[in-house]
């Protein structure tokens, strides 16, 4: 018994004299609804929108693949723009609360030594205070985007 593989299946010889050939075809893809195709392409747009294409180039894609333009296609644009910003708060609201927690250690470092009246200047307290600088940076910027939830290119 011989066997090789063929494009969509198999051919299997069992003697020299007869060979088989076993073909498996996909099924055709379903028709789809319109609102499912209309749910897919908004998806598309969302997605699209999501990881920074440009809004013109959105455009350019729902009129030539699709035929949708004026109107349809400026509502779904809409749409993914306020999934993005929407997507862009939660990432901004998260690093928010981690660099918040990350100025607690050098405020609590400074306060200790308010309180004590001593003050260490070593390498240790420096980077502890520039760690706090780059945690208040980053609060800073993601209290912007929490506020405006407008970010250029991707979401992410």
């Known amino acids: 018994m011989h066997g090789g593989q063929e494009p969509g299946g ?3 010889t069992l003697n020299p ?3 088989y050939s ?7 893809e379903p028709m789809l609804s319109p609102e499912k195709k209309a749910a897919m392409i908004r998806e598309q747009v969302v997605s699209k929108i999501h990881w920074g294409t440009t809004d013109d180039e959105v455009l ?3 009129h030539g693949q699709h035929g949708i333009s004026g109107v349809d296609a ?3 644009l809409k749409e993914a723009h306020r999934a993005k910003r929407g997507a862009v708060r939660g990432k901004a609201f998260m690093t928010l609360i981690f660099s918040g927690l990350g100025m607690l250690i050098p405020l609590g470092f ?11 200047i070593s390498t240790g307290s420096m980077v502890i205070l520039g760690a706090g600088i780059i ?3 980053i609060f800073l ?16």
């Open 17 to 19: 004299r007869r060979t």
């Open 60 to 62: 350019n894609w729902l």
């Open 110 to 120: 400074i306060g200790l030594q308010i309180s004590s009246g001593v003050f260490i």
């Open 10 to 12: 198999f051919k299997i």
């Open 22 to 28: 076993i073909l498996f075809q996909t099924p055709p």
């Open 74 to 76: 400026d509502r779904m």
């Open 141 to 156: 910027r993601s209290l912007l985007l929490l506020v405006t939830g407008r970010r250029e290119g991707a979401a992410d």
């Open 135 to 137: 945690c208040l940076g």
